[in-house]
């Protein structure tokens, strides 16, 4: 079974460019989330999207923005990039089988932003 | 609100010996799930083990084992025979509802260094 991919894999924006993100999700998952990991910050929750709903959403601007496609695949977009906004982005994919939750992590995309 | 905390900032073990990484977590939930993941220096997050709330028994894979301790809010992971590739950061994370949407918070990590 495939895992989790993310492209691209590397990023160079500059200050108020747009980017967007692309999550696959393993084969048979439907819930995606993303999240920013940043020296500073750790890793930090940006939202959850399940069935093509966003379910829950964590404490960003709306600069950041997802959505999630029919077949699972999702994109997270940040508009006005800012410098601050370099970090690594990483989509994980998640099911729960008989009690027990798996969350998986794609390889995450490093975007700088200069 | 949520947090989780891990007071190790780094830790040092010889090779072959047994290592435990703390965690302790607060929530007023009381369903959630607590992870552990591993990330190398290549900076994939990969997952080791799995503890649900309501789990009497204390989750085991292969050479990880996670120390449940529901009163004392704590779930230590445990690393048996360490290996020189173990070299990592680890993060502790939990998750919070299981039907409502997921949410996962991840503490600060450990950085684990294995000595030959």
């Known amino acids: 079974k495939a895992g989790v991919t993310q492209t691209p894999r590397y990023l160079i924006k500059t200050r108020g460019q747009q980017v967007t993100l692309s999550c696959s999700p393993i084969s048979g998952h439907r819930s995606v989330s993303w999240y920013q990991q940043t020296p500073g910050q750790g890793l930090q929750f940006l939202f959850e999207?399940?069935?093509?709903?966003?379910?829950n959403k964590g404490n960003f601007p709306g600069r950041f923005s997802g959505r999630q496609f029919s077949n699972s695949r999702s994109e997270m977009n940040v508009s006005t990039l800012e410098l601050g906004d370099s970090a690594l982005y990483l989509c994980?994919?998640?099911?729960?089988?008989?009690?027990?939750?798996?969350?998986?992590f794609g390889p995450g995309t490093r975007l700088l932003v200069l | 609100a949520q947090k989780i905390t891990q007071t190790q900032p780094g830790m040092f073990v010889q090779e072959k010996e047994a290592v435990t990484l703390d965690c302790t977590y607060d929530t007023s939930d009381q369903s959630y799930g607590l992870f552990w993941y591993k990330q190398p220096s290549s900076g994939e997050m990969i997952f080791l083990i799995y503890?649900?709330?309501?789990?009497?028994q204390n989750a085991t894979e292969g050479r990880y084992s996670l120390n449940f301790q529901k009163a004392r809010k704590s779930a230590n992971l445990v690393i048996s025979a360490s290996q020189l590739g173990d070299s990592a950061m680890y993060f502790c994370a939990m998750r919070e509802g299981r039907t409502g949407g997921f949410k996962t918070i991840f503490g600060a990590g450990t950085r684990l260094f294995v000595k030959a």
């Open positions: 503890q649900g709330s309501y789990d009497e």
């Open positions: 994980a994919s998640s099911s729960i089988r008989a009690g027990q939750e798996t969350q998986y």
């Open positions: 999207y399940f069935s093509e709903t966003q379910r």
